[in-house]
């Protein structure tokens, strides 16, 4: 996966909705601005989505220059949180469930009645 390719050791969630026209520079400076975190932290994935729900984009340091990654979703959205505008630290399982098109921090798991299966 990516996290083995590009030394990805930490993974940080843009809760909220950031503009996805933003390139490179605009990405770097709200992480900067707000949510008061280092953009050029090596090894530190930063994800953003925008108002529609079925794209992300990443931005990554490696070290001697950036890496902005785009992720789109051919059938169905993800399910971003939309309630804090604060940057929430993901797991590698939380990160794993994102890209499934969960919510990493919400997880819903419904409870089943067996008498109503039969």
Known sequence: MLEDAAGIRRVVLACGTVGLRKGIDGLAMVIGDKYKQNPFEKGTLFLFCGKRSDRCKGLLWMGTGFLLLYKRFED??????????QA????????RYLMLGLNPLDLKIKDVDPSKIC
């Open 76 to 85: 169905g959205r993800m399910s971003w949180p939309r309630n804090t505008e």
């Open 88 to 95: 929430a630290e993901l797991t590698e399982e939380q990160y």
